[in-house]
């Protein structure tokens, strides 16, 4: 059995690659490349094929199955890229990965820290030998109220995470969450998005939480709020966002992640002109912190996405239930 790897790390992953897929008796095969529909016949031999977020299309589906694909696993916990639901109606099958995400519940606390210390416009200033304080008068997090939309395992843990600062904690759910209620009380969406001077983002990409803070929310939070997403660009309507920070309405934002970041992230930009899309004109306030889908990126993560993306392969040859399956 071979599994074909797109977007193969050489510096981060193929250690990892090389030592499970020996012990899995699992044959390897690679390129730096994305999976993309010019080069789907790479696969050609293979069994199964592992992708890193990039776009598979219905076409790219099926020359996939002719060429003998079993298998399409996305090294992400997130599955949007892929057309699930095609990939059901012709039987190929689909997984995605879990990992330890606890290197995600810090690198969103670090961020909410570098906005409320205003961090970004200090390192601007000491950049340009501007040593002058004006301006730069910063809150304390323990003086403030924090709203966690999405009680995962990730938003759970920045609960955890957040009440050693000994500030106001609260969280949205649809279901109660006993873990979380240790750190926060559970508030209904319109009352944390009024009373909380942080708001972070913790949800599933889907249907239902597309734009899920659009216009209308922004116009309900509380005035000089902090939005800070870790999660998925498209919950976050972006054009409400930029309003909402040009009216003051909010008073600055930390994303890890943003819409269209698609055939950018990743990828060595510096030859193109991205001074209009979103994620030019966000770099460019002073009082929002802007990183490339990073949170994820720390070693603990990366074998882990290795290992459990291998898994599900392992458990096909041996017959047993795949687990992360969704197709």
Request: proline content about 2%.
């Amino acid at each position: 059995m071979k599994v074909f790897v797109y977007d193969y790390g050489q510096s981060d992953e193929a250690e990892y690659f090389t030592r499970y897929t020996k012990e899995m008796g699992i044959e390897l095969g690679y390129t730096e490349e994305d999976l993309r529909p010019d080069n789907c016949d790479l696969a050609s031999g293979s069994d199964f094929i592992t992708i890193t977020p990039n776009k598979v299309t219905p076409d790219m589906i099926d020359r996939l199955k002719e060429l003998g694909v079993k298998m399409i696993c996305t090294r992400s916990i997130g599955y949007d890229h892929i057309d699930v639901e095609y990939a059901k109606k012709v039987g190929m099958i689909v997984t995605h990965i879990t990992y330890n995400i606890e290197g995600v519940a810090e690198y969103t606390v670090m961020m909410m820290l570098m906005v409320v210390r205003r961090i970004k416009e200090m390192l601007q200033r000491t950049m340009a030998n501007d040593f002058t304080m004006n301006g730069l008068l910063a809150k304390e997090l323990k003086d403030m109220s924090v709203g966690i939309i999405g009680a995962g395992k990730v938003g759970t843990s920045v609960l955890r995470d957040l009440s050693g600062f000994g500030c106001k904690l609260c969280y949205f759910n649809r279901t109660r969450n006993e873990e979380a209620e240790r750190y926060a009380e559970r508030l209904e969406l319109n009352d944390l998005l009024s009373r909380c001077d942080i708001i972070s983002l913790h949800l599933e990409l889907n249907k239902d939480t597309f734009h899920f803070i659009d216009e209308e929310a922004f116009s309900k939070m509380k005035d000089g709020a902090i939005l800070v997403n870790t999660a998925r660009g498209p919950l976050v309507d972006t054009d409400a966002l930029l309003e909402s920070l040009r009216s003051n309405k909010i008073s600055g934002a930390a994303l890890d992640v943003v819409e269209g970041e698609f055939n950018y992230y990743y990828h060595d930009c510096r030859d193109k002109d991205l001074e209009d899309h979103y994620i030019g004109i966000l770099r460019r306030m002073p009082n929002v912190v802007f990183t490339h889908h990073m949170a994820f990126y720390y070693e603990g993560s990366i074998r882990d996405r290795v290992h459990n993306c291998l898994i599900g392969m392992k458990a096909y040859v041996d017959g047993k239930e795949m687990p992360y399956r969704l197709a």
